[in-house]
């Protein structure tokens, strides 16, 4: 691997092999969605506990600060809204020029497995992995499945992640799903989990969370669990703790309490 693919993947995986990526992307098809209708004031207390941010080029230059931000990995494809269509009909939407003057450690793409728009997607994969290798920048593949929050198991989300990493991701993002180990296990690059829509308690995030990293997912890129949380920095502290310090679910619960009593 060159020195530039390298160097970039350690700035978005730590040390220990493991990462908390803060998604903010969801306004390229959500618009304004709860909690990060000013993104700049979401991250703010929560940037420290994390790894690096998953965010859109327009968010990026208007409210992250670039004498203080932490790695970037940059939203390169869109094009469809809540508000009509298909959300599966996504192009790539960044330049290479513009991934290299915004300084992006890596870039994220979705594709839509079993979609009308599956080839689509997965060209636009492949094209970005040429463009991007050229210039030592990894590429992490989201497997998106749009409104079909249903398709999330473990024989569709392998498929998804296989075809993924066969196409040249560096990084695939996807849902933790019950025997998760078989999604990571046949998926030949690093597996990141993915949130979905808010989870009903804490503990079911920490749960999912700490069952996927012993099934061998080396971190997290989770949003709405933690920005739509009411205490989003007691959530960001003990996801950290899962995912950097080996903490249990039911050790992360009680740091949750702790965090969340200093903060009120
Ligand atoms: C949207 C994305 C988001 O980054 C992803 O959904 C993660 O955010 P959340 O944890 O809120 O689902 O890729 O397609």
Redesign the pocket.
């Known amino acids: 691997m060159d020195w530039g693919m390298k160097n970039r993947l350690s700035q978005v995986i730590q040390p220990d092999g493991h990462c908390f990526f803060l998604?903010i992307?969801?306004g390229y098809f959500q618009g304004p969605t709860r909690c990060l209708e000013k993104p700049g004031e979401t991250i703010k207390p929560l940037l420290s506990f994390v790894d690096a941010l998953?965010v859109t080029r327009g968010v990026l230059r208007a409210v992250v600060n670039p004498d203080n931000s932490k790695p970037i990995i940059l939203?390169v494809s869109g094009a469809t809204s809540m508000a009509s269509g298909d959300l599966a009909n996504e192009e790539i939407t960044t330049s290479i020029e513009e991934i290299i003057r915004l300084n992006a450690s890596a870039v994220?793409i979705?594709v839509f497995i079993g979609s009308d728009y599956q080839r689509q997607t997965l060209l636009n994969l492949a094209h970005l992995v040429n463009d991007c290798e050229d210039y030592g920048i990894p590429v992490m593949a989201?497997t998106?499945v749009g409104k079909e929050l249903e398709k999330r198991d473990a024989r569709y989300l392998a498929l998804s992640c296989r075809i993924a990493a066969e196409l040249g991701a560096r990084i695939v993002?996807t849902y933790w799903c019950e025997d998760f180990q078989k999604v990571v296990e046949s998926c030949p690059v690093p597996v990141v989990m993915?949130?979905?829509?808010k989870c009903e308690s804490e503990r079911e995030v920490f749960e999912f969370v700490y069952d996927g990293m012993q099934k061998g997912a080396i971190g997290i890129?989770?949003?709405?669990?933690v920005w739509q949380n009411a205490h989003p920095v007691a959530m960001a502290r003990a996801l950290q703790a899962i995912i950097h310090e080996n903490a249990t679910a039911k050790e992360a619960v009680e740091i949750f309490r702790e965090v969340r009593a200093k903060c009120v």
């Open positions: 998604p992307d969801h998953f939203r994220g979705s989201v998106a993002k993915a949130g979905g829509p890129n989770l949003g709405r669990n």
